[in-house]
T-cell receptor, first 108, second 114 residues
Framework: GQQVMQIPQYQHVQEGEDFTTYCNSSTTLSNIQWYKQRPGGHPVFLIQLVKSGEVKKQKRLTFQFGEAKKNSSLHITATQTTDVGTYFCVGGFQKLVFGTGTRLLVSP | DAGVTQSPTHLIKTRGQQVTLRCSPKSGHDTVSWYQQALGQGPQFIFQYYEEEERQRGNFPDRFSGHQFPNYSSELNVNALLLGDSALYLC?????????????FGPGTRLLVL
C-alpha cells in the first residue's frame, strides 16, 4: 500500500532558528496536505498543495510540492514557541494517508 | 457554526467488551472518516462513510465497523476489544471526493482497554 515517510522524526530548536520537515511518498500523489497537531490536541489543517512544483506561503511557513508530486516540504522561518507540535503531511491517493510526522520542540 | 464533535471524550473498557463511539460532522459536510492514533504515532485510517455507506477502508479487522445516519453523523463500533485497541480515536468530516478533501478533525475519544 501507499506509504508516506517524513524526516526528521523529531527536532529540537532554539526559538528564532529555522526548521524544515521533508515528506516522501512511495507513489505519485494527487495532492498533499499538511496538518499540525499540538500536544494533547487533534490535527488541524494547514494547507493543501495540488500542482506540481507548487509553493505556498503562510506568514513564516513555506510549503513546497515536488515536481514529480512524490515529495513535499514545510519550512518554518524564525520558529516561535507557539510552533511546538507534530507536523504531518498527508498524501492524497484514493484516500488520505498520513505521514509518520515530525515532532518539533522549540526552546525559548 | 459547530465544528466536529465526538462523544464520549474518554472511555475505559476491559478486554473482550464492545464499544461505540459517536461523531457529528461539521455543518455542511457529508463525509465522515475515522482514524486510530496510538500514542506517539500518526493517525491510521480506519474507514470513511459517505451517503450512509462505507466508501473506503484501511487495514483494520472486521471487529471495527461503522455506520452513518441520514443526518451524516456516524458511529464507530469495536467488538472484542484488545489491549492494543487503546488509542485516541479521531473523527474527521469533509465535503468532496475521496483523497481530495480537507479534513476537519474532532477532539477525539481517548479509549483505554484494560
Amino acid at each position: 500500500g501507499q506509504q508516506v515517510m517524513q524526516i526528521p522524526q523529531y527536532q529540537h530548536v532554539q526559538e528564532g532558528e529555522d526548521f524544515t520537515t521533508y515528506c516522501n511518498s512511495s507513489t505519485t500523489l494527487s495532492n498533499i496536505q499538511w496538518y499540525k497537531q499540538r500536544p494533547g490536541g487533534h490535527p488541524v489543517f494547514l494547507i493543501q498543495l495540488v500542482k506540481s512544483g507548487e509553493v505556498k506561503k503562510q506568514k513564516r511557513l513555506t510549503f513546497q510540492f515536488g515536481e514529480a508530486k512524490k515529495n513535499s516540504s514545510l519550512h518554518i522561518t524564525a520558529t516561535q514557541t507557539t510552533d511546538v507540535g507534530t507536523y504531518f503531511c498527508v498524501g492524497g491517493f484514493q484516500k488520505l494517508v498520513f505521514g509518520t510526522g515530525t515532532r518539533l520542540l522549540v526552546s525559548p | 457554526d459547530a465544528g466536529v464533535t465526538q462523544s464520549p471524550t474518554h472511555l475505559i473498557k476491559t478486554r473482550g467488551q464492545q464499544v461505540t463511539l459517536r461523531c457529528s460532522p461539521k455543518s455542511g459536510h457529508d463525509t465522515v472518516s475515522w482514524y486510530q492514533q496510538a500514542l506517539g504515532q500518526g493517525p491510521q485510517f480506519i474507514f470513511q462513510y459517505y451517503e450512509e455507506e462505507e466508501r473506503q477502508r484501511g487495514n483494520f479487522p472486521d471487529r471495527f465497523s461503522g455506520h452513518q445516519f441520514p443526518n451524516y453523523s456516524s458511529e464507530l463500533n469495536v467488538n472484542a476489544l484488545l489491549l492494543g485497541d487503546s488509542a485516541l480515536y479521531l473523527c474527521a468530516s469533509s465535503f468532496g471526493g475521496p483523497g481530495e478533501e480537507t479534513q476537519y478533525f474532532g477532539p477525539g475519544t481517548r479509549l483505554l482497554v484494560l
